[in-house]
């Protein structure tokens, strides 16, 4: 039993555990409003006002907004969850009715089938046939190379390949920034004054900041999404001006952030930030490529 309002020994408060089904659900409302509150309010900073709220938790007020690993990995569940969740559009086919009753399904265009332009062989099987002749014969290396190549060739068409590197671009994107993310917050500790700024203070700008890139990402793709539902000459034009909204604002965004936080000068923000900008592109296409390599190793 402990006398005292705080206990000597572990520092817990002394209270009720034992509470009325009234002071549960108000407990329970009290949570459930200032989580909502915050979050709103933290969505609400983060996408208009750049930079602000990672200025406000480094100051210390942090009560009123969501921790920014916690609002990452949030931003990121919901994101991924969709991704799994919604059905690829990416590769449209329609159902034809044939007289006998039966159904199959083709694709909407006509497709060719990709042409890789080798004179001396255009199937796997050729290929084979080829690498038993002795003159013929090409390294291991090349040979696995060439066969993996003349497989996906032979068994996709142009349409069919687009569209799959198209949904693995589409779906590893998250993912992608999770991994540049520590790449991001390097940069910037670079190009920022060391002994004002540590390691931890860009982390937390980059956590915002692509918790921002997340968070359109998945806005977007929920309103293009909708909009495709109706697919007709005013959403097709509503979708474009949406995106080139969204471009935009993203790419505007890390100059007022950079300033705000930071509180450079808006052109040295803008120099830096444009610096960056090109550096980010380089890297963040490396990335972009080796998942291309490894979405073609995976393609069948």
């Not at 890139?213 to 097709?236: A, G, H, R």
């Not at 007022?256 to 890297?283: C, D, Q, W």
């Amino acid at each position: 039993m402990v006398e005292h309002k705080f206990c000597p020994n572990c520092g817990q408060q002394n209270t009720e555990t034992r509470k009325t089904f009234y002071q549960l659900f108000v407990h329970f409302f009290e949570d459930l409003t200032h989580y909502e509150h915050s979050f709103w309010k933290t969505i609400r900073n983060l996408l208009l006002k750049p930079g602000a709220l990672t200025k406000e938790y480094m100051s210390g007020k942090r009560m009123s907004y969501l921790a920014p690993v916690r609002l990452y990995i949030f931003i990121s569940l919901v994101t991924f969850f969709y991704i799994a969740v919604t059905p690829d559009r990416s590769d449209s086919l329609v159902e034809v009715s044939f007289n006998d009753s039966k159904t199959e399904k083709v694709s909407d265009i006509d497709d060719e089938k990709f042409d890789l332009g080798f004179e001396k062989f255009s199937t796997v099987r050729e290929l084979d046939s080829l690498q038993r002749i002795p003159a013929e014969k090409v390294s291991d290396f090349q040979y696995s190379m060439l066969r993996k190549v003349t497989s996906v060739a032979e068994n996709n068409t142009r349409d069919q390949l687009y569209a799959k590197f198209r949904e693995s671009f589409i779906r590893n994107l998250p993912k992608v920034l999770f991994i540049y993310m520590p790449i991001f917050a390097f940069l910037l500790w670079i190009f920022q004054n060391k002994r004002k700024w540590y390691y931890f203070d860009h982390g937390i700008f980059t956590l915002h900041y692509f918790s921002f890139l997340l968070l359109i990402y998945f806005i977007l793709s929920v309103i293009t999404d909708l909009l495709d539902m109706i697919d007709n000459n005013v959403t097709n034009f509503i979708q474009g001006v949406l995106m080139i909204l969204a471009s935009v604002w993203t790419f505007y965004y890390f100059y007022p952030a950079h300033h705000r936080f930071y509180g450079e000068s808006r052109l040295s923000s803008l120099i830096k930030g444009t610096v960056m900008f090109v550096i980010n592109i380089f890297f963040i296409i490396v990335i972009m490529l080796l998942f291309v390599v490894y979405t073609f190793i995976n393609i069948h």
